[in-house]
């Protein structure tokens, strides 16, 4: 009971006190591989054709997981045509599911972006992302403090909350810029590759209106930096791979940061074909004042499988006993990273 009514709290103050919080988008931990959920730029910036696949499990100890789904595909349009520049194109797609009520966002988005060529090793590109998004609740499902009779919870007790829509779809408009370096190998043993990226985007950029009640709340601009490095040290299979993002939406806050440490199990054969290679990487990143995370990366080839762990770290600690996330991420690229064909091989 005493779970229920906690809960009944939070969903109140959330949907019927609209006017006193910010909504707030999704967010996974593997941000390395959600590259059009960092910036509509990044469309055909780091692969010539790319898809991911991304799964987040998060506080399942709490009350009823948040499931978050993501699906993305990007390539690069023209770049065979114009040798100072390239157009790409990208799909992504998300699907949010939410606590008890199953408060759910859906959206679908088109990103296009055009990349010049600033010499042999560097790109810079600008983007511009549309699409549509869906809200939805189940009230239902809901279980309130008024509908406790002074020993348990009555579902035949009146809730005393006022009735709102239980969807509501709304436009979405975002924009960004991106940089992108990649210096190969200086010879083909040194393995001393740098790549590197760094930009900056704004989502929500039109503020759609977000309430079931129909009030004023808007969805709030979400300015997204973000910056990674991959570091090859020289004569050696190991790689340091740092990376940060920050997000400002509204009067919230988010910075993630950490660095992975890949290791080159094997080479790619750059005559047959017939080896791939293949690299694993490790590494605990930081989500300031909210979790630590542990992440791992094998890449098979063209294949990569990534997995991650949050734990808990803030005040919510004491209810979720340390447990945050589980995150799993599928990525498909080409072409092979391993044989340096790609003007990016950043993990």
Same mark, same amino acid.
């Given at each position: +009971?005493?779970? /229920? /009514?906690?809960?009944?709290?939070?969903?109140?103050?959330?949907?019927?006190?609209?006017?006193?919080?910010?909504?707030?988008? #999704?967010?996974?931990?593997?941000?390395?591989?959600?590259?059009?959920?960092?910036?509509?730029?990044?469309?055909?910036?780091?692969?010539? +054709?790319?898809?991911?696949?991304?799964?987040?499990?998060?506080?399942?100890?709490?009350?009823?997981?948040?499931?978050?789904?993501?699906?993305?595909?990007?390539?690069?349009?023209?770049?065979?045509? #114009?040798?100072?520049?390239?157009?790409?194109?990208?799909?992504?797609?998300?699907?949010?599911?939410?606590?008890?009520?199953?408060?759910?966002?859906?959206?679908?988005?088109?990103?296009?972006?055009?990349?010049?060529?600033?010499?042999?090793?560097?790109? #810079?590109?600008?983007?511009? +992302?549309?699409?549509?998004?869906?809200?939805? /609740?189940?009230?239902?499902?809901?279980?309130?403090?008024?509908?406790?009779?002074?020993?348990?919870?009555?579902?035949?007790?009146?809730?005393?909350?006022?009735?709102?829509?239980?969807? #509501?779809?709304?436009?979405?408009?975002?924009?960004?810029?991106?940089?992108?370096?990649?210096?190969?190998?200086?010879?083909?043993?040194?393995?001393?590759?740098?790549?590197?990226?760094?930009?900056?985007?704004?989502?929500?950029?039109?503020?759609?209106?977000?309430? @079931?009640?129909?009030?004023?709340?808007?969805?709030?601009?979400?300015?997204?930096?973000?910056?990674?490095?991959?570091?090859?040290?020289?004569?050696?299979?190991?790689?340091?791979?740092?990376?940060?993002?920050?997000?400002?939406?509204?009067?919230?806050?988010?910075?993630? @940061?950490?660095? +992975?440490?890949?290791?080159?199990?094997?080479?790619?054969?750059?005559?047959?074909?017939?080896?791939?290679?293949?690299?694993?990487?490790?590494?605990?990143?930081?989500?300031?004042?909210?979790?630590?995370?542990?992440?791992?990366?094998?890449?098979?080839?063209?294949?990569?499988?990534?997995?991650?762990?949050?734990?808990?770290?803030?005040?919510?600690?004491?209810?979720?006993?340390?447990?945050?996330? @589980?995150?799993?991420?599928?990525?498909?690229?080409?072409?092979?990273?391993?044989?340096?064909?790609?003007?990016?091989?950043?993990?």
């Amino acid at each position: +009971m005493k779970k /229920i /009514i906690v809960i009944a709290i939070i969903i109140n103050y959330l949907i019927v006190n609209e006017n006193h919080v910010y909504s707030q988008d #999704i967010h996974f931990s593997q941000f390395w591989l959600l590259p059009l959920l960092q910036n509509p730029a990044f469309v055909g910036a780091t692969y010539d +054709m790319q898809a991911i696949a991304n799964y987040k499990d998060q506080w399942r100890s709490v009350a009823s997981p948040y499931k978050t789904f993501n699906i993305s595909f990007d390539m690069k349009l023209n770049k065979k045509k #114009i040798k100072k520049g390239f157009w790409a194109g990208g799909i992504d797609v998300f699907s949010d599911k939410a606590g008890d009520a199953q408060m759910g966002t859906t959206q679908g988005n088109l990103s296009f972006a055009y990349h010049v060529q600033l010499n042999a090793n560097s790109t #810079i590109g600008g983007g511009l +992302m549309g699409g549509f998004g869906q809200r939805s /609740i189940n009230y239902s499902a809901l279980q309130w403090g008024s509908q406790y009779d002074g020993t348990s919870y009555n579902a035949s007790l009146p809730n005393n909350e006022p009735a709102g829509s239980s969807t #509501i779809t709304y436009p979405e408009i975002g924009t960004g810029v991106v940089w992108t370096y990649n210096k190969g190998a200086s010879t083909l043993s040194s393995k001393d590759m740098v790549s590197a990226n760094a930009g900056i985007a704004a989502f929500n950029v039109n503020q759609p209106k977000y309430s @079931f009640y129909g009030s004023a709340e808007n969805l709030k601009m979400k300015i997204v930096a973000h910056a990674n490095l991959l570091y090859g040290i020289k004569n050696t299979n190991l790689s340091i791979v740092p990376g940060f993002i920050f997000y400002l939406q509204g009067s919230s806050k988010e910075t993630l @940061f950490g660095s +992975m440490f890949r290791y080159t199990l094997k080479e790619a054969s750059k005559v047959t074909g017939y080896i791939k290679g293949s690299a694993f990487s490790f590494g605990v990143h930081y989500r300031n004042k909210d979790a630590i995370i542990a992440s791992a990366l094998l890449e098979l080839g063209q294949y990569a499988f990534g997995i991650s762990y949050d734990v808990n770290v803030s005040g919510l600690k004491s209810a979720s006993d340390g447990r945050g996330g @589980f995150e799993i991420s599928l990525r498909f690229v080409s072409p092979n990273p391993f044989t340096g064909k790609s003007n990016a091989r950043f993990l």
